[in-house]
């Protein structure tokens, strides 16, 4: 074998079709819902891989996207395109399956739907390794998986209905193709396809409530898609309207073509498919994986395509939300307290942040920062060494938090209470029941809706010498999964190698460093001095000293430098263990 991956991808398909624990020890039960089933394609057409659909016609090979208007530029580099090689839900995958032997198929109607339908993520009792995924399947949601695509009256819960024909569906009804016949959708620009994937909840598991009461409904894993239906974003009429595809898969603003072909036609401005969220650090872990000549996953003309895509994902936190302080003092005395208040928005169409509460989280980090720059982190310090969170009493955390009896865990197929839900909730957003907050209160929203915005009240004690013009700042900070998470997959992982191989990747890839999203800050005179709007201070002798610039408007940090992929690349290079070539 040249590559650890390919085992990890090989036992991922062993881990979805059986336990890996004698098959008659355990029964798999299986999750059998409407929609495409295994084998359901197998008098038609069955799903391509992406890779055909990229080399022969819809390639553009710009791995900046600035002048393509090609889908699968974009695709490559997105997690969509990577559902099946992502190393967290390998290692996920696993422990769920172990708790729920069968479940993982159900997993994998998503992430990759021409290995469910194929019918290669299913064992059988005599073969208790079951049927290995075909490479092809390892493209996680292909181009076929949503091209392919009809409309459904269950647009949740993986329960998709795809052509058994070779014709290929989009947002155009004259599609002249010398590879395969065209036809317009309806139901694929419609924001309730991308429910399809996006409203999931675990049959084998009810809501229960705190007190233990069962809700009567399924527990809900992933609700983004509802967030956004509830939303002033997904309500029909409201003036903010915008669908899923509005955000991720903005249009190009400029004219091309989709295809390389000579029948291929000119669009006046087409979709890009960048796909983009929030998992910046995932995808740099899998582009430095392809800049690995040890991994059957190598190919570093591609690499690029994932810097671009983890760079996309960064923009998108950046335009996430807003930050405002209020009530900043303009001066205080030296060892006195001030109080403020720091404003968070949510200015996105789901909870921020949304999707599955596998260590995902937010938090602001309040920093005084005195005449020298010298900082101190007063609430949200993140030691970066360790790579833990401290816990203080005035800590902001926006996060969602699942468990059993009471008690929070990480068994994601054995969960049954939301223990904790303070996320950020979207404009106009009126939950549906058994998905409102938990542990917090956002009432008091416009029109009766639960609030998108957060008031932070926060306290600062000066040092007793303090002297001159202070900086209070405050950054939201997000972090797309967490130590404790990654060890938990390690540790709990009997029966293959997905979660050591997780965490040697994240202990080599800067341990998904939390990520600065917005700050805002607001400058502050200690003492007998005056603050000056070109950055100085004026003492009482008239003196003049320059200081750290600082502004109170919302701001974004700085972008990465372009180097963070060679450099991540270089880590995991050098943290992979030696293998002796053949």
Same mark, same amino acid.
């Given at each position: 074998?040249?590559?650890r991956l390919?085992?990890?991808?090989?036992? @991922?398909?062993?881990? @979805?079709?059986?336990?890996?624990?004698?098959?008659?020890?355990?029964?798999?039960?299986?999750?059998?819902?409407?929609?495409?089933?295994?084998?359901?394609?197998?008098?038609?057409?069955?799903?391509?891989a992406?890779?055909?659909?990229?080399?022969s016609?819809?390639?553009?090979?710009d791995?900046?996207?600035?002048?393509?208007?090609?889908?699968?530029?974009?695709?490559?580099?997105?997690?969509?395109?990577?559902?099946?090689?992502d190393?967290?839900?390998?290692?996920?995958?696993?422990?769920? %399956?172990?708790?729920?032997?069968?479940?993982?198929?159900?997993?994998?109607?998503?992430?990759?739907?021409?290995?469910?339908?194929?019918?290669r993520?299913?064992?059988?009792?005599?073969?208790?390794?079951?049927?290995?995924?075909?490479?092809?399947?390892?493209?996680?949601?292909?181009?076929?998986?949503?091209?392919? =695509?009809?409309?459904?009256?269950n647009?949740?819960? @993986?329960?998709?209905?795809?052509?058994?024909?070779?014709?290929?569906?989009?947002?155009?009804?004259?599609?002249?193709?010398?590879?395969?016949?065209g036809?317009?959708?309806?139901?694929?620009?419609?924001?309730?396809?991308?429910?399809?994937?996006?409203?999931?909840?675990?049959?084998?598991q009810?809501?229960?409530?705190?007190?233990?009461?069962d809700?009567?409904?399924?527990?809900?894993?992933?609700?983004?898609?509802?967030?956004?239906?509830?939303?002033?974003?997904?309500?029909?009429?409201?003036?903010? =309207? &915008?669908?899923?595809?509005?955000?991720?898969?903005?249009?190009?603003?400029?004219?091309?073509?989709?295809?390389?072909?000579?029948?291929?036609?000119?669009?006046?401005?087409?979709?890009?498919?960048?796909l983009?969220?929030?998992?910046?650090?995932?995808?740099?872990?899998?582009?430095?994986?392809?800049?690995?000549?040890?991994?059957?996953?190598?190919?570093?003309?591609?690499?690029?395509?994932?810097?671009?895509?983890?760079?996309?994902?960064? @923009?998108?936190?950046?335009?996430?939300?807003?930050?405002?302080?209020?009530?900043?003092?303009?001066?205080?005395?030296?060892?006195?307290?001030?109080?403020?208040?720091?404003?968070?928005?949510?200015?996105?169409?789901?909870?921020?942040?949304?999707?599955?509460?596998?260590?995902?989280?937010?938090?602001?980090?309040?920093?005084?920062?005195?005449?020298?720059?010298?900082?101190?982190?007063?609430?949200?310090?993140?030691?970066?060494?360790?790579?833990?969170?401290?816990?203080?009493?005035?800590?902001?955390?926006?996060?969602a938090?699942?468990?059993?009896?009471?008690?929070?865990?990480?068994?994601?197929?054995?969960?049954?209470?939301?223990?904790?839900?303070?996320?950020?909730?979207?404009?106009?957003?009126?939950?549906a029941?058994?998905?409102?907050?938990?542990?917090?209160?956002?009432?008091?929203g416009?029109?009766?809706?639960?609030?998108h915005?957060?008031?932070?009240?926060?306290?600062?004690?000066?040092?007793?010498?303090?002297?001159?013009?202070?900086?209070?700042?405050?950054?939201?900070?997000?972090?797309?999964?967490?130590?404790?998470?990654?060890?938990?997959?390690?540790?709990?992982?009997?029966?293959?190698?997905?979660?050591?191989e997780?965490?040697?990747?994240?202990?080599?890839?800067?341990?998904?460093?939390?990520?600065?999203?917005? %700050?805002?800050?607001?400058?502050?005179?200690?003492?007998?001095?005056?603050?000056?709007?070109?950055?100085?201070?004026?003492?009482?002798?008239?003196?003049?000293?320059p200081?750290?610039?600082?502004?109170?408007?919302? &701001?974004?940090?700085?972008?990465?430098?372009?180097?963070?992929?060679?450099?991540?690349?270089?880590?995991?290079?050098?943290?992979?263990?030696?293998?002796?070539?053949?």
């Open positions: 074998m040249r590559s390919r085992s990890s991808f090989a036992t @991922a398909a062993v881990v @979805a079709a059986s336990t890996l624990i004698p098959a008659s020890a355990v029964a798999q039960q299986y999750v059998n819902l409407p929609g495409t089933q295994p084998g359901d394609l197998d008098d038609g057409t069955p799903l391509d992406a890779g055909p659909c990229g080399t016609c819809h390639f553009g090979r791995a900046n996207l600035l002048n393509t208007t090609f889908p699968y530029d974009g695709w490559l580099g997105s997690m969509m395109g990577n559902a099946m090689r190393p967290l839900f390998l290692a996920a995958l696993t422990v769920a %399956e172990q708790d729920a032997p069968g479940v993982g198929d159900y997993c994998l109607r998503c992430h990759t739907p021409p290995g469910f339908v194929g019918g993520t299913r064992g059988t009792p005599s073969a208790s390794r079951g049927t290995e995924l075909e490479p092809g399947d390892l493209d996680g949601v292909t181009c076929d998986s949503c091209h392919r =695509m009809l409309e459904t009256p647009p949740r819960n @993986a329960q998709y209905v795809l052509s058994p024909t070779d014709t290929r569906f989009g947002p155009h009804a004259d599609i002249e193709s010398i590879r395969h016949p036809a317009v959708s309806t139901w694929l620009p419609d924001a309730r396809s991308c429910g399809t994937c996006h409203s999931i909840t675990n049959p084998g009810p809501l229960l409530r705190l007190d233990g009461t809700t009567g409904q399924r527990f809900p894993l992933d609700t983004t898609y509802d967030e956004w239906a509830a939303s002033d974003y997904g309500r029909a009429g409201s003036p903010m =309207m &915008q669908t899923c595809q509005d955000c991720h898969m903005p249009r190009r603003g400029m004219p091309g073509f989709a295809a390389s072909n000579t029948t291929a036609r000119m669009r006046e401005n087409p979709r890009s498919h960048d983009a969220g929030a998992n910046a650090w995932m995808l740099r872990v899998l582009g430095a994986m392809r800049n690995d000549e040890s991994e059957e996953f190598y190919d570093p003309d591609l690499a690029p395509f994932y810097e671009t895509g983890a760079r996309r994902a960064e @923009a998108m936190l950046r335009s996430a939300a807003t930050l405002e302080l209020r009530d900043v003092p303009a001066r205080a005395n030296p060892g006195a307290q001030i109080t403020f208040t720091a404003r968070i928005t949510n200015r996105v169409g789901h909870r921020l942040p949304s999707g599955y509460a596998d260590g995902r989280r937010m938090w602001l980090e309040v920093t005084l920062i005195d005449g020298s720059g010298r900082e101190t982190v007063v609430s949200g310090a993140y030691d970066r060494t360790e790579a833990r969170l401290a816990t203080d009493p005035q800590l902001k955390l926006y996060e938090a699942h468990g059993r009896n009471g008690v929070r865990g990480e068994h994601i197929a054995l969960h049954n209470q939301v223990i904790k839900d303070t996320r950020l909730p979207p404009r106009g957003y009126r939950p029941p058994g998905h409102e907050p938990v542990g917090a209160d956002y009432s008091g416009e029109g009766g809706a639960l609030r915005w957060d008031d932070a009240r926060y306290t600062i004690t000066l040092p007793p010498g303090a002297q001159g013009a202070f900086t209070v700042r405050v950054r939201a900070q997000f972090q797309i999964t967490t130590r404790e998470y990654v060890e938990f997959l390690a540790r709990e992982n009997r029966t293959d190698d997905t979660g050591t997780l965490l040697r990747l994240y202990n080599a890839s800067g341990r998904a460093a939390p990520f600065t999203m917005v %700050e805002a800050s607001s400058r502050l005179a200690v003492g007998n001095v005056t603050l000056l709007p070109d950055g100085g201070v004026a003492t009482d002798a008239g003196t003049t000293t200081q750290p610039g600082c502004t109170c408007a919302t &701001q974004s940090p700085a972008r990465p430098s372009g180097a963070t992929l060679a450099v991540v690349a270089g880590m995991l290079l050098a943290a992979r263990p030696r293998r002796r070539r053949r």
